[in-house]
């Protein structure tokens, strides 16, 4: 079957700007995962999913960010007055469940320029 | 927390050799899960390989191996008979067996060129 699917590609905006970043998992997987991946970090977590609730929020860097799953499917990050520092590969993945049992399977990312 | 060191940031290798990188963590933890993965400039990020952490055996596909050193918190990766396609950059990530068990903490990476 198809694999997770994220979209845009690439977006570039402007400082202050919000912007939607959407990931579509891998269809019968519960949990869903953001990341992000910048230069100056690497790969941290964000957030995560397990069907519409999210249980842990901690890796969300500011209250600019958020994030919703509808549906237990789809999910939309939301990145509220962008800043220069959000720019960044962002990764989603999905898995089975949320056991530590399940593999994590990743998109292609978003890569977000903010000018 | 778990941190998860990488202290290479690039190797390169000829193709058809075997190359091996490094990887080390810290945690206080006693059960764990350990994974390689690999980037393509495609971005796309692929499971290479896991070890359960209560698992003496090393962990093998195909031409990749791991050599998991629980005691000295070491996990590195062998790619033997080296081929183009396995250029790449390669995360070592570490899930915990409890408590935050759905997130992967990963290294810095290490960029691998294979050479012709």
């Known amino acids: 079957g198809a694999g997770v699917s994220q979209s845009p590609s690439n977006k570039v905006t402007e400082k202050g700007k919000d912007v939607e970043l959407r990931c579509d998992p891998i269809?019968?997987?519960?949990?869903l995962y953001w990341y992000r991946q910048s230069l100056g970090q690497g790969l941290e977590f964000l957030i995560y999913f397990q069907g519409n609730s999210a249980p842990d929020k901690s890796g969300l860097p500011s209250d600019r960010f958020s994030a919703e799953r509808t549906g237990g499917s789809v999910s939309t990050l939301t990145i509220q007055r962008t800043q220069q520092e959000d720019s960044a590969v962002y990764l989603c993945a999905s898995s089975l469940g949320g056991r530590f049992t399940d593999t994590q399977y990743f998109g292609p990312g978003t890569r977000l320029t903010v000018l | 927390a778990q941190t998860v060191t990488q202290s290479q940031p690039e190797m390169s290798v000829q193709e058809a050799e075997t190359v091996t990188l490094s990887c080390t963590y810290d945690t206080s933890e006693s059960d764990y899960y350990l994974f390689w993965y690999k980037q393509p400039p495609s971005r796309q990020m692929i499971l290479v390989i896991r070890?359960?952490?209560?698992?003496?055996q090393n962990a093998t596909e195909n031409r990749f191996s791991v050599n998991f050193q629980k005691a000295a918190k070491s996990f590195s990766l062998k790619i033997s008979d080296s081929q183009l396609g396995d250029a790449a950059m390669y995360f070592c990530a570490y899930r915990s067996y409890g408590g935050s068990n759905y997130k992967l903490t990963f290294g810095k990476g290490t960029l691998l060129t294979v050479n012709p």
């Open positions: 070890q359960e952490a209560y698992k003496q």
């Open positions: 269809s019968g997987h519960t949990a």
